[in-house]
């Protein structure tokens, strides 16, 4: 797209003055211009409380240059940017996407970015906050900037920025997000792709609102809201049933870890939990009506023509995005995406509520598609056309967005082109990370350099995997793994109590059976079934 109408001039050059030369980017209005050392600390006071509240602080990585921007959109929208341009500039461009209903800039990523070299950016997506619907009532535009365009935006006034601060065009652009930042990556694959040479995503948002939609229908599918009903299963129930399907799925991969490697391989009957066969305790086990609700809940999801458009809800994994639904012992999904979209971009009401969300609710929101979030496209043929790569990575134990569907998107744009495996192998590779939640943490090696902050011992391709998609786009040198790191207490400064080879699928990880199993030197790599 372009830009019409005012210009903003900021200062800037690549040395520690941010204030001696012009920039001028279209439709735009600079906010601050600030040079910073690494080591310092900015606050940020004006932070919303869902994206960290006024108390809320980042840590400066790099001697940079911080810019701060407003592009108008719209007659009515902007989108907010915030640029780290490091003085030792490795000559790259890195965008981030944001989470959730978006809003938070992804500051986490940016101060990764900037500690590379990177000049990292970061976007609103054109509101401020994750959290709450004010902001899209009666605002299209707004819609607009969150469903589609906030990155795309981001991308060309991004890339112009670096140009004119540092008086050369990057040489190469790249893209990093997860969750609601993995949807916007693969959107931008598909809507805009000469915006990025790389693309990183993580535990994917693609079919956005299938995915919001399946909370509200699993939450029914357990009995909720009707919390006296027979077919209601409590909250502590939960805990104890995915306690049980780990403790006995965990095995079946060959190892005990605690980890179930592949939830989507399995089946399970919760007819084990029932009262009366002494599997769980008297105070957490199942009766009848309830055996019958956690078998739904483990249901694919179909839309009201009977068309499957979601998969099963996986093995293992947390359920309190649909199982923590109640507050103050009132029925209340603590999972607020659900109410928070379907009010304030799908039915425009303040006061709708998901109480008796149904499939026509999700069917009438697919219908409209607000903004073009749902993101489910597939045909990626023109950036695959133009050298485009793009890697991407799943936790098997995420509550969030169910890996299943990163395995059907990859077969959808396999087919949607027809590709070989060879061929989309050429430039989309996916990685499933075994006991990860969603983007980050859980009990497996989940640490591939994708969070803050990063272990500095750990900057090479092999085992960060923004540097092995440099390493692909540059040098032509495609991933086959990359190695997962598991820290005491998720704490980078202490000890590493696992390393595991993670690998491109369909192929999987598997432990050699005799060698250490928190040595990544004893997994490897092997084709399905094997």
Not at 9 to 17: E, M, Q
Not at 61 to 67: E, F, N, P, V, Y
Not at 300 to 315: C, D, H, K, Q, W
Request: aromatic letters at 10%; one cysteine or more.
């Amino acid at each position: 797209m372009g830009f019409t109408a005012k210009s903003l001039y900021v200062a800037a050059v690549a040395g520690v003055n941010c204030a001696t030369a012009a920039v001028s980017i279209p439709s735009s209005v600079v906010v601050s211009a600030d040079y910073h050392k690494a080591g310092e600390v900015i606050a940020l006071p004006n932070t919303v409380p869902s994206c960290g509240g006024p108390t809320y602080s980042v840590n400066v990585t790099s001697d940079l240059c911080r810019i701060v921007v407003n592009v108008s959109t719209s007659a009515t929208s902007s989108v907010r940017l915030d640029a780290w341009l490091p003085r030792d500039w490795n000559g790259r461009f890195l965008a981030t996407g944001t989470g959730g209903e978006g809003g938070c800039i992804d500051y986490l990523t940016m101060q990764n970015g900037a500690q590379l070299g990177f000049a990292a950016f970061g976007t609103n997506a054109g509101h401020d906050g994750q959290t709450g619907f004010d902001f899209f009532l009666n605002q299209p535009e707004v819609i607009e900037d969150f469903g589609h365009r906030s990155i795309h935006v981001e991308a060309e006034a991004g890339k112009q920025l670096v140009s004119q601060y540092y008086g050369r065009s990057a040489t190469k652009s790249y893209y990093q997000g997860c969750s609601t930042g993995g949807r916007q990556g693969f959107q931008e694959a598909h809507l805009y792709p000469d915006d990025f040479d790389g693309i990183l995503v993580g535990s994917p948002g693609i079919d956005w609102l299938h995915i919001v939609s399946s909370k509200g229908i699993m939450a029914r599918r357990i009995g909720w809201p009707y919390l006296d009903s027979p077919a209601y299963v409590r909250p502590e129930q939960w805990t104890a049933i995915v306690a049980k399907q780990i403790e006995l799925l965990d095995p079946l991969d060959g190892i005990t870890d605690g980890i179930i490697d592949d939830p989507t391989s399995h089946r399970f009957d919760p007819e084990i939990l029932a009262c009366g066969t002494g599997v769980l305790d008297s105070s957490v086990c199942l009766t009848p009506g309830q055996v019958d609700s956690v078998r739904a809940a483990y249901l694919p999801i179909a839309n009201t023509a009977g068309r499957i458009v979601y998969p099963s809800f996986e093995l293992g994994s947390n359920t309190d995005v649909f199982s923590a639904n109640q507050v103050n012992g009132s029925a209340q999904l603590t999972y607020t995406i659900l109410q928070d979209f379907w009010r304030g971009a799908v039915y425009n009401d303040s006061t709708w509520t998901p109480t008796n969300f149904n499939e026509t609710d999700m069917d009438f929101a697919m219908a409209i598609n607000p903004g073009g979030v749902n993101a489910g496209e597939t045909d990626l043929s023109v950036f695959h056309a133009r050298g485009g790569k793009i890697l991407s990575f799943h936790g098997r134990n995420d509550p969030t967005v169910t890996s299943a569907l990163s395995m059907q998107y990859f077969s959808g744009v396999q087919a949607a082109s027809n590709f070989t495996l060879d061929e989309v192998h050429s430039f989309y590779r996916l990685f499933f990370i075994p006991g990860m939640h969603h983007c980050s943490g859980g009990p497996g090696a989940w640490n591939i350099g994708q969070s803050y902050p990063l272990d500095t011992t750990k900057l090479d391709p092999t085992s960060n995997i923004l540097l092995a998609l440099v390493e692909w786009v540059e040098q032509g040198k495609a991933p086959e793994s990359i190695i997962g790191a598991k820290y005491e207490n998720d704490d980078i400064r202490q000890t590493i109590t696992a390393q595991r080879r993670h690998c491109v699928y369909p192929y999987r990880s598997k432990w050699d059976g005799k060698n250490p199993s928190n040595d990544s030197a004893s997994w490897e790599c092997v084709a399905p079934g094997r």
